[in-house]
């Protein structure tokens, strides 16, 4: 069964204090990984896609990097403004058009 | 605002009762999603249209759930005789289509409350 799991489920930062979240996967034939911010009460907001092993993205202070069991969302340097929860979602190959997502971590930076 | 919106945002109805969500896509945009996601858990995929065809529905998808995309635009979502486990964020999204372009970019959500 194609599934997906993010750790940690929670995450306290100071400002300025860099860390890594996690999303590994299991899947029948990756399709692409895709990570989205949610903010409370909204819609998920697009962040990256990655398709194959290796492949890295950056955006301001965030950076995906995927391996073929794993992918890291790194934030450096974060500002409370970065304060969300970040979602983790994969498409697989025999699951169609769908993403499946993890649970996510929300992240709290502070001042 | 050329983003992905829904109405209403929020709707509280009574058990059994019947409720209608509507979903506006990206206009470029061809393929059209709908998940729902409640508290702490991660959006589940409902189901899916490419122009005005449903492709794909989730075994989450019961009787009691229907989906239009009539003229491949705009959606809707019905859900009949509500019951409180479908209290729920309701999520629409939509992507191009295009090979290659696999990116789904969601609305602000309806956040469904039933009594």
């Known amino acids: 069964e194609d599934q997906v799991t993010q750790s940690p489920e929670a995450l306290r930062l100071q400002e300025g204090e860099s860390s890594s979240l996690n999303c590994s996967y299991t899947?029948?034939?990756?399709?692409?990984l895709f990570w989205y911010r949610q903010d409370p009460g909204k819609g998920p907001e697009f962040l990256f896609t990655?398709?194959?092993a290796g492949e890295e993205k950056e955006k301001e202070r965030l950076k995906a990097t995927l391996t073929k069991k794993e992918s890291f969302l790194h934030i450096t340097a974060p500002k409370p403004e970065d304060s969300a929860t970040y979602l983790c979602?994969?498409?697989?190959?025999?699951?169609?058009?769908?993403?499946?997502f993890g649970k996510g971590t929300t992240l709290s930076v502070s001042s | 605002d050329t983003g992905v919106s829904q109405d209403p945002r929020h709707k509280i109805t009574k058990r059994g009762q019947n409720v209608t969500f509507r979903c506006d896509p990206i206009?470029?945009?061809?393929?059209l999603y709908w998940y729902r996601q409640t508290l702490g858990q991660g959006p589940e995929f409902l189901t899916y249209?490419?122009?005005?065809?449903?492709?794909?529905k989730s075994r989450l998808l019961s009787d009691r759930f229907s989906a239009e995309r009539p003229k491949g635009s705009f959606s809707t979502l019905e859900i009949q005789r509500t019951e409180q486990g479908d209290s729920a964020m309701y999520l629409c999204?939509?992507?191009?289509?295009?090979?290659?372009?696999?990116?789904?970019?969601f609305g602000p959500g309806t956040r469904l409350t039933v009594l």
């Open positions: 899947v029948s034939g990756l399709r692409g």
């Open positions: 999204a939509s992507s191009l289509g295009a090979s290659g372009e696999n990116e789904q970019f």
């Open positions: 206009s470029e945009h061809n393929r």
């Open positions: 979602a994969v498409q697989a190959n025999q699951a169609g058009t769908a993403l499946i």
């Open positions: 249209f490419q122009n005005e065809a449903q492709l794909e």
């Open positions: 990655l398709y194959s």
